[in-house]
């Protein structure tokens, strides 16, 4: 079977990379139908001889390579991100939405939450991982001390919820706050807090293997790589959205104060040890062979449908 990958990039040419190299029975090619118009002449070109078309992203309004797709009576998957729910649910309300893919695509999503999202606004779709991640080096070792980091996208400090973290630099002052994105140019400053602005992935994995609290508060999310990196790292990760493993709060300084008080409590009584039921949930389910292989049953099921 012939599949053909569309939508985000990097992540579009990474997932095409893997499922080349763990299934020797599909064949799968990666277009970027957005932005790249020899890719596009590339997609019309095999379109007729593949079997399916995985979309990396739920496609509420109109597609040149989806309505391709249809023409050819060609099987489709779309795969549900965080912003592609926001405009979907946009839509819905404005009642602009186009029903076309919908109706004839299988809908997946690897967050829980993002499905009781599409559910309200009429769209079924099935909770299918299809990021994986590996645990850090050294994770048997507990934290040197009690440090937290967050990504703070530098111009959307709003978004990622700044102002809700900044009263826990002035109230945990024996914690230091590593703040990655932003360069905090127009915020306060507090000793223990690091606005570092954009850094390579080398750093980020130092500053991450070494915190042992992760925050993540925006106003809307996907499921974040950076979720599954800090529990697989054995972090306590305190997350706005509901998902196993982590301590689920709602987006307001008191309610993360009283959380975040009562993690530093729970990691110094534990002198500092990584979560290890963190680390073990990652190996269960979001370990590379098993999501792979889940995945590739996924397309053969589509793929084999009449």
Known sequence: M???????????KMLCKDLNNFDSKNQYYFYNTYYSWVDKIRFAIMLPFCDLVISLNGVTDKSGSLNWAIKWRKKIMMLWQGTDVLLATERYNNKTILNTYLDYASQFSDSEQLIKELNQIGINADLLY??????FDKIEEPFRSISAYSYIANGREDFYGLNILLPLFEQFKDVHFHIIGTEGKTFPNFSNATYYGWINARKYQEIAQESAVFIRLTEHDGY?????????????VI????????HLVTRDSKSVREL???ITQELTLRNNARNSNNISWVKQNLNKDKVL???????NKIGSKS
Not at 239 to 246: G, I, L, Y
Not at 293 to 299: D, E, P, R
Request: charged share 15%; aromatic share 10%; net charge positive.
């Open 2 to 12: 012939r599949v053909i990958i569309t939508g985000l990039p990097l992540f579009g």
């Open 130 to 135: 299809f990021k994986h991640i590996q645990p």
């Open 224 to 236: 974040s790589k950076s979720i599954q990196e800090a529990l697989a790292n054995g972090s306590e």
């Open 239 to 246: 997350w706005n959205m509901e998902h196993p493993q982590c």
């Open 260 to 262: 975040f008080s009562k």
């Open 293 to 299: 292989a889940n995945f590739i049953s996924t397309i």
